[in-house]
């Protein structure tokens, strides 16, 4: 099973990549309203269209995985999109990251390790 281990890398990469753009094109919009103004705003915002089609990729990634591999190993996987996220946010984001939560990181990484094996 460990041939999944780098399709379940890419597909989480793409996925945190899809919601780092997503959290930056919601950070540049006006409030959340359900006005003309905000939805034509968010449509024409390039971060938000970017985290689509990341969105679609990483799907299309996921619909190979579930077709090609058991879902009880493919579907933990989705775990390791944690992983980037939390790198993630340390470095677009500059959120602190506790000892406690790299703890948390690295018992994902050890579940994935053994679901794949």
């Excluded at 597909?11 to 780092?20: E, G, H, I, R, Y």
């Excluded at 753009?21 to 970017?50: D, E, H, V």
């Excluded at 999109?81 to 340390?90: C, I, L, N, R, T």
Aim: hydrophobic share 65%; net charge positive.
């Amino acid at each position: 099973m460990w041939k999944i281990i780098p399709y379940a890398i890419l597909q989480s990469l793409v996925l945190t990549a899809a919601q780092v753009l997503l959290k930056f094109a919601m950070t540049g919009m006006p409030p959340f309203a359900w006005s003309r103004q905000f939805w034509w705003s968010l449509l024409l915002n390039w971060q938000f269209a970017a985290c689509g089609l990341l969105f679609a990729l990483a799907s299309l990634l996921w619909m190979y995985m579930v077709k090609t591999f058991p879902f009880s190993v493919a579907y933990p996987m989705v775990s390791l999109s944690y992983v980037f996220g939390m790198v993630a946010a340390m470095f677009f984001f500059h959120e602190e990251v506790s000892a406690v939560r790299w703890t948390g990181v690295i018992l994902i990484v050890l579940g994935c390790m053994l679901i794949a094996k």
